[in-house]
């Protein structure tokens, strides 16, 4: 059986031209070389070398040896860089589906920190409904899902990512944006800007109906940029995941706290029955960074 550290010491003698040469740079004994080669030579059945004054030129069944080594290493080399390229970068390219909330800010930026840590990565970013989200990490069809929460799926682990408090966004110079925080019944006669089937519309509407109001929802948008963009033409006031509207800059609206509080929560979904992979890891790190830096939990 050949010593594959024989093979390691016959490949130093072929790049550095001699034994001498190549104890000199591998820091060990010529002697040591020597009778590894010699070794190596007895196992194989055929000289590999002809010494003389401490060269040591191949012999052609040397040379067609040295040819098959190299490829045999070059199998190995391209192992260890599979191997490094796993370590590093999990099994392949990393996909991620997310509410749109946190889609063009929060996730792209914690995208950026991972590419930075590990530049070329495969990432693929989807924007489908929460349902979709919560059947695609169920499935394994994604690794990492931002959705809202959702009851009835199995195969899927969750935990709460981001909870934030409801805002009224309101037209710049509206004369609610005077006060620092917006009450049901202060909307009682204001044209209001639904949000579609969504738990923050149900939501609202149990707090006007906590208050003894009946709302005016004159138009809907399912979006929060969709519904600033209405407010900012001074259609209407709308109830918003602070988020996204505090990213839409140059809009001209104002932000108010908006009583009483309405919850507004995020969570972090993937498949059950796996352990996240390298990428999932490290995007997970990056996006509760990105958390932080919003200042809320």
């Known amino acids: 059986m050949i010593n594959p550290a024989h093979l390691d010491l016959f490949r130093a003698v072929m790049r550095h031209g001699g034994m001498t040469r190549a104890a000199e740079v591998l820091g060990i004994g010529q002697p040591h070389i020597s009778r590894a080669i010699a070794q190596l030579e007895a196992t194989l059945g ?21 040819h098959e080594v190299a490829q045999t ?13 796993i370590r590093q970068r999990g099994t392949g390219g990393l996909r991620v589906a997310c509410q749109p909330s ?38 394994g069809q994604c690794d990492l899902g931002l959705a809202r929460p959702r ?86 006031v709308a109830i918003v995941d602070p988020v996204p509207a505090r990213a839409l800059g140059g809009c001209p609206v104002v932000l108010r706290p908006f009583r009483p509080e309405i ?12 352990p996240p992979g390298r990428l999932a890891e490290r995007l997970m790190v990056h996006l509760a960074a990105e958390r932080h830096a919003l200042g809320v939990r």
Not at 186 to 205: H, R, Y
């Open 263 to 274: 919850p507004i929560e995020t969570v972090l979904v993937r498949p059950a029955g796996r």
């Open 151 to 236: 009851s009835g799926h199995a195969g899927v682990i969750a935990e709460t990512f981001l909870r934030v408090a409801a805002v009224c966004v309101l037209p710049r110079g509206h004369a609610l944006a005077r006060r620092r925080a917006i009450s049901a019944a202060d909307l009682a006669d204001v044209p209001l800007i639904a949000a579609g089937s969504s738990p923050v519309q149900a939501a609202t509407e149990a707090a006007f109906a906590q208050a003894g109001v009946t709302p005016h929802f004159a138009l809907m948008a399912e979006y929060t940029a969709a519904r600033c963009g209405l407010v900012a033409e001074g259609l209407g």
């Open 73 to 85: 290493f070059a199998g190995l080399d391209h192992l260890r860089q599979a191997a490094c390229r």
């Open 46 to 66: 055929f000289t590999l070398f002809v010494r003389g004054h401490g060269s040591a030129l191949p012999t052609p069944e040397g040379e067609a040896f040295a």
């Open 102 to 139: 946190l889609a063009a800010g929060l996730l792209p930026r914690a995208i950026r920190r991972l590419d930075a840590e590990c530049p070329g990565l495969r990432i693929s970013v989807h924007v489908p409904s929460p349902d979709t989200i919560w059947s695609w990490a169920a499935s």
